[in-house]
């Protein structure tokens, strides 16, 4: 059966294939809480579903199976992210990837940056209650949550942050959302921040974790991610997040978190780029598994800098 889009009886079909929610599917089922309007579904012949793809913003998001991968419709599913012409990009596991970008990746220019999902597997630094800054500069009260009066700051903060830019209209609606947001504060002024994209019963997933440049090696961003880790722990949520530089995954490190798998974030350009077939080195340049390959940005015809989001 063809790719297609689905519809609003095809809602309680797509909640029971992405089950419960997880660190890894808790985008696509937020998404879904709106409707199917973004989703498309790749169907057997008996009618059920062998792969979802989901489309907000120009970002693309897919859910199938573990061990399904040789039954999903790559190609239809390609189809439908390049058919608009525009710009978009897809952020997920690797494996996911890999298939897509052997047909997207001969007909489009694009960049990449790959990250280490990690998970909290060990909890004694957070048990501890506090943790000793890099350089002792800072003390435990100078990390606070912050609330909706924050937020004009937290924006201007964050309007240096490149790829984590978020606007003020942005972090309001993940603040209504009932997101965490924790940031330290030096000289008035926040110095380094982080916040929870979604959190659900039993996890949370950690993003922005942005320190300002001039303020980094005091060990600001590590007491912070320490304090938002240590209060999911306590509410019983188990907390996730991504790096792409081998000094965040140290600290990360340090706090207990232990890699799950490999993530990519890859950015396809508008321009189709006339009949060159993918690039099979490019693809296998990234190793799954390795933590040294994240970070590792690479473009077919343009280098771009990339940061963690």
């Known amino acids: 059966m063809p790719i297609y889009q689905l519809k609003g009886d095809h809602l309680a079909m797509a909640r029971s294939f992405l089950g419960p929610a997880t660190a890894k599917n808790a985008m696509l089922i937020t998404l879904l809480e709106h409707g199917t309007d973004h989703f498309w579904g790749d169907f057997d012949a008996n009618g059920r579903l062998k792969a979802l793809a989901a489309n907000e913003h120009n970002r693309w998001m897919l859910w199938h199976h573990v061990g399904n991968c040789a039954d999903v419709d790559w190609q239809g599913i390609a189809d439908v992210m390049i058919a608009s012409g525009e710009p978009f990009y897809y952020k997920g596991p690797f494996k996911q990837w890999q298939p897509l970008h052997r047909i997207i990746g001969a007909e489009r220019t694009f960049t990449r940056v790959s990250f280490v999902l990690c998970k909290l597997t060990e909890t004694s630094a957070v048990e501890r209650g506090t943790i000793a800054a890099v350089s002792g500069a800072i003390a435990a009260n100078q990390v606070r949550q912050c609330t909706r009066a924050h937020l004009e700051e937290l924006a201007r903060f964050y309007e ?5 830019r978020r606007s003020l209209a942005e972090l309001g609606k993940i603040m209504d959302r009932q997101q965490r947001f924790y940031a330290v504060w030096e000289e008035g002024r926040i110095a380094s921040a982080a916040f929870t994209e979604f959190e659900g019963d039993d996890f949370a997933t950690i993003i922005c ?43 990360y490190h340090r706090l ?10 890859c950015n396809y350009d508008a321009v189709p780029q006339a009949g060159t077939p993918a690039d099979q080195a490019d693809i296998a340049g990234i ?18 800098e990339s940061s963690a989001c």
């Not at 240096?160 to 984590?164: D, I, P, R, V, Y």
């Not at 190793?287 to 771009?304: F, L, P, Y």
Request: charged fraction near 30%; hydrophobic fraction near 30%; charge should be positive.
């Open 160 to 164: 240096q942050a490149g790829s984590m």
């Open 256 to 265: 207990g978190y232990r890699p799950d798998g490999l993530w990519i974030r």
């Open 209 to 251: 974790v942005y320190t300002d440049p001039s303020k980094r090696r005091l060990g600001y961003s590590e007491n912070c991610v320490h304090e938002l880790t240590r209060t999911l722990w306590l509410d019983g949520k188990i907390a996730w997040l991504y790096w792409n530089n081998p000094a965040a995954g140290r600290i």
């Open 287 to 304: 190793k799954e598994g390795q933590a040294n390959g994240a970070g590792d940005c690479r473009s077919r015809t343009r280098d771009r």
